[in-house]
């Protein structure tokens, strides 16, 4: 029924750029919630940055002022900038959306997970 669909990982060096987006498919009602996490090798998922369909936008220490989360509602997409890369930003990126099915049902869908890889 509703998948999300991952793209734009990559390796990179350091301090250098990397954009990642996800797209919705699917029937439902409303996307409310989406957002990007991450894991890296040995270290449990952690939130990255989460934006709501209200507009407000969340993100972690580590990423604050590097990237930026934003929504295309109309392509039910996420986007997430990532600038000024830094190798502790390695790790798989996962997609995140917290989808309303029907009026009283609401799911959580993550995506495969996309490799971001950064270099020193």
């Known amino acids: 029924q509703v998948q999300l669909v991952e793209s734009g990982g990559g390796l990179v060096q350091a301090g250098g750029s990397l954009s990642l987006s996800c797209e919705v498919s699917g029937r439902f009602f409303s996307i409310d919630a989406m957002g990007w996490y991450r894991q890296a090798p040995g270290k449990q998922r952690e939130m990255c940055a989460t934006?709501?369909?209200?507009?407000?936008?969340n993100y972690a220490d580590s990423v604050k002022g590097r990237f930026t989360i934003s929504r295309d509602t109309a392509k039910n997409t996420v986007l997430l900038q990532m600038n000024s890369l830094k190798p502790e930003d390695t790790g798989v990126y996962y997609c995140y959306a917290r989808i309303r099915i029907g009026v009283f049902d609401m799911e959580h869908y993550w995506g495969q997970g996309t490799q971001v890889t950064v270099s020193g």
């Open positions: 934006t709501t369909s209200g507009g407000s936008t």
